[in-house]
Each structure stands twice: as C-alpha cells, then as structure tokens.
C-alpha cells in the first residue's frame, strides 16, 4: 500500500481534459513538493512537473500540476493518444526519512 | 546529452549479494544527489536510497535499510548500489536517477537510467 494515494486508472477522449489526484499527510505533501513522472509503456520514467507546479525545459504546457493542503493534482490538456501511460506522484516524506511515490494511475485516452 | 547507464543486473540466488553500477555523464555528476528507485515486473515505483552529492548523507527505504548500501565515486562519475541478503521480492528493474538538488531529498528526479533487472529467484 502506497503512502500517496492515486486512483488506478482514468480516461479521456482526444482533446479532451483529464485531472490525476495524489493524496497524502502532512509529513510529506503538507510539507514537502510534489514532482509527477510520466512513464510510457517500456520506458523509464519521465520528470513532467517539479517544486509542485514547475515544468522541467521541453514539458509542453498541456501539463500542469497544483497542490493545496496535503493533496496534489496533474492536469493534462488537449489529450493525445501519446499521452497514454502510467503517471506517478512522488516526494519526500519528513516523518519516514524516506521518497516515496504514489501507486500510479493508468491513463487511457479514449 | 544526459546519460545514465545501469549494470550489473541478473539472475542471483536468494541470500546472495549483488553490485549494480551506474555510469553518468553529461553533467556535473559532483553537484548532484543520486537515487536508485526500482520498479517490480508490472508494479509500481518503489524508492529505495539516496546518496548526497559528496556522500555526506545517504538514506534507506526500511524494506532494504541493513541489507542495502549506497555509495558513489565522483572522480569516476560512478554510483553503485551494494545489495546483500537477497530476497525474491527484491526482483525489479532498478533504476539509477539523477536529483535536482545536492542533498538527500527528492527535489525532483530530473533525468532516469534505463534499468536494469535484478532477479532473485532459486
């Protein structure tokens, strides 16, 4: 069991939007950044989003990431059937002494 | 080009040790924290170590905290990841990855190795 909660899976049609949930605590989204990863069927993750809501130099603006109290969310716009792919939250939490990432959600674009 | 290079995965009996490797460069690998995350066979991501970038510091994710040790060599622009006591659900690709920051946080893992895979099997 994760210590950040996502839901497994969510979908969207082409051009459409989508919203990723990441929940935890105070001891790691209340107090520390939140980066979200983008993982491709095969590949390695990818950085999309840093310092909750920076996007790294070549991250299309499609992406953005917000936070608020102890939950985090991806935003994704103008959905593509190249967007399809897992996608992780993750920071640090301060009571562990310890990374840790959300379970991951699926995302199928319709 | 940023590149990171794992090694040294494989097959390994359970109780054994194991020493990955990875090769950085295409950046300044002095000035920056390392971690190795490892990600089970359709599973998710799971973080296992981190290292500051002049060794100062290094953290362990409980389940490898005793068995595991991280360590790097900057004239070599090396990270290494020393795993002993090698259990079955230790099986994963592990992943050697670059931090933004120098220190042992996870200010964003900017740039990931392609893995490499470790199983442990008898």
């Known amino acids: 069991q994760s210590v950040l909660t996502q839901p497994p899976s969510v979908s969207a049609a082409p051009g459409q939007k989508v919203t990723i949930s990441c929940s935890g605590s105070?001891?790691?989204?209340?107090?520390?950044?939140v980066s979200w990863y983008q993982q491709l069927p095969g590949t390695a993750p990818k950085l999309l989003i840093y310092?909750?809501?920076k996007r790294p130099s070549g991250i299309p603006d499609r992406f953005s990431g917000s936070e608020s109290g102890t939950s985090a969310t991806l935003g994704i716009t103008g959905l593509q059937t190249g967007d399809e792919a897992d996608y992780y939250c993750?920071?640090?939490?301060?009571?562990?002494?310890?990374?840790?990432f959300g379970g991951g959600t699926k995302l199928t674009v319709l | 080009e940023v590149q990171l290079v794992e090694s040294g995965g494989g097959l390994v009996q359970p109780g054994r040790p194991l020493r990955l490797s990875c090769t950085a460069s295409?950046?300044?690998?002095?000035?920056?924290?390392m971690h190795w995350v490892r990600q089970a066979p359709g599973k998710g991501l799971e973080w296992v170590s981190v290292?500051?970038?002049?060794?100062?510091?290094?953290v362990y994710a409980d389940s490898v905290r005793g068995r595991f040790t991280i360590s790097r060599d900057n004239a070599k622009n090396s990270l290494y990841l020393q795993m002993n006591s090698l259990r079955p659900e230790d099986t994963a690709f592990y992943y050697c990855?670059?931090?933004?920051?120098?220190?042992?946080?996870?200010?964003?893992?900017?740039?990931w190795g392609q893995g490499t895979l470790v199983t442990v099997s008898s």
């Open positions: 990855v670059k931090d933004r920051g120098m220190g042992t946080a996870m200010a964003g893992l900017t740039y």
């Open positions: 295409g950046f300044s690998f002095d000035y920056y924290g």
């Open positions: 290292i500051s970038w002049n060794s100062g510091s290094v």
């Open positions: 105070s001891s790691n989204i209340g107090n520390n950044y």
């Open positions: 310092d909750n809501n």
């Open positions: 993750g920071t640090w939490d301060s009571s562990l002494n310890a990374g840790v």
